[in-house]
């Protein structure tokens, strides 16, 4: 279900900016997960939840609404 390329992708972008994505696939549905992964992490690099699914919908090419993403407590 999940883009390998796109995930990948997607993956190597957060990192540049301090963070740690990881999606899991939970039936129809895909679990998102970002993380800080850097102390440093640039806080005003993640983009608002709604861009983010977004995003997530064109890289990962599954539905949006199959998307359940949570952010750092502290971002987004």
Do not use: F
Request: net charge negative; with cysteine; glycine share 6%.
């Amino acid at each position: 279900m999940i883009d390998q390329d796109g995930l990948k992708a997607m993956q190597d972008m957060l990192a540049t900016d301090g963070y740690r994505l990881d999606a899991t696939e939970r039936g129809d549905r895909v679990d998102v997960r970002i993380s800080v992964a850097d102390p440093a992490a640039c806080s005003d690099c993640l983009a608002p939840e709604p861009v983010m699914r977004g995003i997530l919908h064109k890289q990962l090419k599954v539905p949006e609404a199959a998307i359940e993403l949570t952010y750092p407590e502290d971002a987004g």
